[in-house]
């Protein structure tokens, strides 16, 4: 299988710190891996320099083989990868309809408002209200369907499940589910192991800015002494 992401020895930071000290991760077209790590291990940090946000000392970003490593975000986003950032930066004062509106493309294939509505039929629903008037989940919602509509093949997910009550984890897990089943793939960071090891294909293992484990999510799972020692957990 192709990779839709193929990450070598990355290095970023802020202001001349390193906290990418040397990244290698690829991402196989189509599946899910979990990025996890001690907080600070710098897994934001990573998805940020892969989109554009942070820009890598030095290293290789390859999405689906074009070398993007120090391009633009805009550049990065149409090569097809969509972030939905953590604590979901929807726009408060806008409404989900006019939230979708700026990110919907001209041309748009395979993800049209339409479909997105059908597929999160609450944000249909709630089409006129304010972003601020929303529930966390419906904000999640409204990040995932915003990063759809830039027809990802490959999502960069920040802490999902954060703030959700678990009735509403399930309802974005069932979502998410669908979309791996579209053939998109992810990376996704997520502090809830639970729905990690259920939505993803491998783990990958992030500590002071490097990758130490990489493995079968299953393999993971089994292994409590690995989990405990790598996240203590478990
Ligand atoms: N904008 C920034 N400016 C300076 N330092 C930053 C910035 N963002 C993050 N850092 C630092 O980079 C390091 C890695 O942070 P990062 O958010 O990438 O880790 P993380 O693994 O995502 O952790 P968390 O789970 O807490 O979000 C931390 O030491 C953090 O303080």
Redesign the pocket.
């Given at each position: 299988m192709t990779d839709v992401l193929t990450v070598a020895d990355l290095r970023a930071?802020?202001?001349g710190?390193t906290?990418?000290d040397g990244v290698d991760l690829s991402v196989p077209a189509g599946s899910f891996v979990a990025l996890l790590?001690?907080?600070?291990?710098?897994?934001?940090?990573?998805?940020?320099t892969v989109m554009g946000l942070?820009k890598p000392y030095s290293g290789s970003v390859l999405v689906a083989g074009r070398e993007l490593a120090g391009a633009a975000t805009h550049t990065v986003a149409r090569s097809g990868v969509a972030i939905v950032p953590?604590g979901r930066r929807v726009f408060a004062p806008l409404t989900v309809a006019e939230n979708l509106g700026l990110a919907a493309r001209r041309g748009a294939r395979t993800w049209t408002l339409e479909r997105v509505y059908e597929l999160m039929p609450r944000l249909a629903e709630r089409r006129g209200h304010r972003g601020d008037q929303l529930s966390g989940g419906e904000q999640q919602m409204l990040a995932i369907g915003r990063a759809l509509l830039r027809e990802p093949r490959l999502l960069l997910l920040?802490?999902p499940s954060d703030g959700l009550a678990p009735a509403v984890v399930d309802q974005v897990a069932e979502l998410l589910e669908g979309l791996r089943g579209e053939g998109i793939a992810a990376v996704l960071?997520e502090?809830d192991l639970h729905l990690a090891f259920r939505l993803a294909d491998e783990v990958a293992v992030?500590q002071k800015?490097r990758i130490v484990h990489r493995g079968p999510t299953a393999d993971f799972r089994a292994d409590r002494t690995r989990a405990h020692a790598l996240l203590g957990v478990g």
């Open positions: 930071g802020y202001a710190s906290v990418l790590g001690r907080n600070g291990a710098g897994k934001t940090t990573f998805m940020h942070v953590q920040d802490e960071v502090q992030m800015g």
